[in-house]
């Protein structure tokens, strides 16, 4: 279904005793967007009442057609809390999906949504959490992270992170330029990636999905980097089946459950 119009002026969100659900509606304006693959889009959006983020946190965007139908999702802020009136939402298209296409084929610079936030408790980092942090990302899981390593990049620089980031494929990389310059230019960061479908010939990275292995050779990469064996601070995000699977194997190979902390997306890519 195709959501021609996406502000609902006057409309109230639904009641509910969540606490989450009584932060209030507010228009933004899309300021800029900016292709980032072949199916992912940051969106800049202008909030009208602006208000401090914790990296890690989400936002709710509704869309409201014309009769009233309305449909209501997530997407993480990309960008650092320091970035002022702003947030960057990085939406990827799933063909069938209600709001990721209007998204990709309708918004525009200029377009006024309906969004509020921010919301999201656990699955946020500050500085006062310290490290070091191993970051894992699956798809578009990498929206959040990209919000933690840019604030840690801001208010913690030599604090050592470790991202692994799994992805089917080298197009489906997001934000791909950002990471590696990032890396490159901090000793105390590292980026590493799992292609899990189709990988370059001259490839070097991980070919395959999440297993021991790969976690237990990341957390000592990590602890090179840190020059401690201390147990990192975990994060994992992305599809449903991602997630849990990074969660078991982080149990496996002896992170304590109580530094894990994960956000899932959705449904296994
Ligand atoms: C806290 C939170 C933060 C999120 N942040 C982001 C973000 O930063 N960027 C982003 O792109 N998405 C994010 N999502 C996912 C987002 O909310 C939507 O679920 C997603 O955009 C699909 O919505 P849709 O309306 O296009 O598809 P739907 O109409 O909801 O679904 C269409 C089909 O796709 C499947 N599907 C739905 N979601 C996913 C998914 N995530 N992966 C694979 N298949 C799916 C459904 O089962 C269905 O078969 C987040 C979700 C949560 C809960």
């Given amino acids: 279904m195709r959501l021609p119009c996406s502000v609902g002026a006057g409309l109230e969100p639904a009641p509910t005793s969540d606490m989450t659900f009584r932060t209030p509606w507010q228009t933004a304006t899309v300021e800029r967007v900016v292709a980032e693959t072949y199916r992912a889009k940051t969106f800049t959006l202008r909030l009208s009442d602006p208000r401090t983020f914790r990296a890690g946190q989400h936002y709710d965007v509704r869309l409201t ?11 993480s802020v990309a960008s650092p809390p320091s970035d002022g009136n702003c947030i960057d939402l990085t939406v990827e298209l799933i063909p069938d999906g209600e709001v990721s296409p209007y998204f990709h084929e309708v918004v525009q610079p200029g377009d006024l949504l309906e969004v509020r936030g921010p919301i999201g408790g656990p699955f946020t980092w500050g500085p006062e959490l310290g490290g070091p942090l191993l970051l894992l990302a699956g798809g578009s899981g990498i929206v959040p992270i990209r919000s933690i390593l840019a604030h840690r990049e ?76 201390a147990a990192p601070l975990c994060y994992a995000c992305g599809p449903t089946g991602f997630v849990e699977a990074a969660a078991d194997v982080l149990l496996a190979v002896g992170i304590p459950e109580g530094v894990i902390r994960t956000e899932r997306f959705g449904p296994t890519a």
Avoid: F, N
């Avoid at 620089?157 to 489906?172: F, I």
């Fill in 65 to 75: 057609a014309p009769d009233g139908y309305q449909a209501q999702r997530s997407y």
């Fill in 154 to 229: 801001a208010v913690a620089p030599d604090l050592p992170a470790l991202l692994l980031y799994s992805a089917r494929a080298p197009e489906d990389i997001i934000y791909r330029k950002w990471l590696d310059d990032g890396a490159e230019a901090c000793p105390t960061v590292a980026v590493r990636y799992a292609l899990t479908r189709r990988q370059p010939e001259d490839w070097t990275g991980y070919a395959r999905r999440v297993d021991a292995d790969m976690l237990r050779d990341c957390t000592e990469g990590l602890a090179r980097l840190s020059e401690t064996d």
